[in-house]
């Protein structure tokens, strides 16, 4: 059964940082692109970022770009999201998301998601 | 970016009867390579996100086939035969033509009247 399970959620304050992490089963994770998309309180949806299989294409939403990093370990089946500077308006649930087949950057099968609330 | 539209936002339906959702785009979502990247997702209540449709009017396994997808272009339709309380939820379409970003309609919220 194909599962993510995304981690490390939770309150930080404006300018402070968080690390997400995704951890995958039930399928190779090494052959697929990952994604992580957000979900706002008000339940609009956005594409945050996704990389490539191994690593070497990375792809980002203008509004976080320069500010969170993804990067992943294959060696672990685990996708991460390094999150900087963060502002109120990066509140959202964020899903970690895997691709439909190998050569599918979109996010097809999704997580549980993890809360994010930036606030002081 | 590709700035996608939905209508209704709302949408009460009675049991039984058809539901029809709207999705249109800023710009052409016919890629290069012939195919056209327009998906549909449903988030029910409580739930993450679940794809029903890919590249307009393909259904994913599992998906009962009261779900239909159409159009082209620009204009893109979900449609429901007949709605059952399970379909409650929210319903975004998505495009991965012209990417990044991926870019998402604002969701259609269906209710049983």
């Known amino acids: 059964e194909v599962q993510l399970v995304e981690s490390g959620g939770g309150l930080v304050q404006p300018g402070g940082s968080l690390r997400l992490s995704c951890a995958a089963s039930g399928f190779p994770f090494s052959s697929y692109w990952m994604s992580w998309v957000r979900q706002f309180p008000g339940k609009g949806l956005e594409w945050v970022a996704n990389?490539?299989?191994?690593?070497?294409?990375?792809y980002y939403v203008d509004s976080v770009e320069g500010r969170f990093t993804v990067s992943r370990d294959n060696a672990k089946n685990s996708l991460y999201l390094q999150m900087n500077s963060l502002r109120a308006e990066d509140t959202a649930v964020y899903y970690c998301?895997?691709?439909?087949?190998?050569?599918?950057?979109?996010?097809?099968?999704w997580g549980q998601g993890t809360l994010v609330t930036v606030s002081s | 970016d590709v700035v996608m539209t939905q209508s209704p936002l709302s949408l009460p339906v009675t049991l039984g009867q058809p539901a029809s959702i709207s999705c249109r785009s800023s710009?052409?979502?016919?890629?290069?390579?012939?195919?056209?990247?327009l998906n549909w997702f449903q988030q029910r209540p409580g739930q993450s996100p679940r794809r029903l449709i890919y590249q307009v009017s393909n259904r994913d396994s599992g998906v009962p086939d009261r779900f239909s997808g159409s159009g082209s272009g620009t204009d893109f339709t979900l449609k429901i035969s007949r709605v059952e309380a399970e379909d409650v939820g929210v319903y975004y379409c998505?495009?991965?033509?012209?990417?990044?970003?991926?870019?998402f309609g604002q969701g259609t919220k269906l209710e049983i009247k």
């Open positions: 998301a895997r691709g439909a087949n190998y050569h599918d950057a979109s996010a097809y099968f």
């Open positions: 998505t495009q991965g033509t012209h990417w990044p970003p991926y870019t």
């Open positions: 710009q052409s979502l016919v890629h290069g390579d012939g195919n056209t990247y």
């Open positions: 990389i490539k299989q191994d690593g070497s294409e990375k």
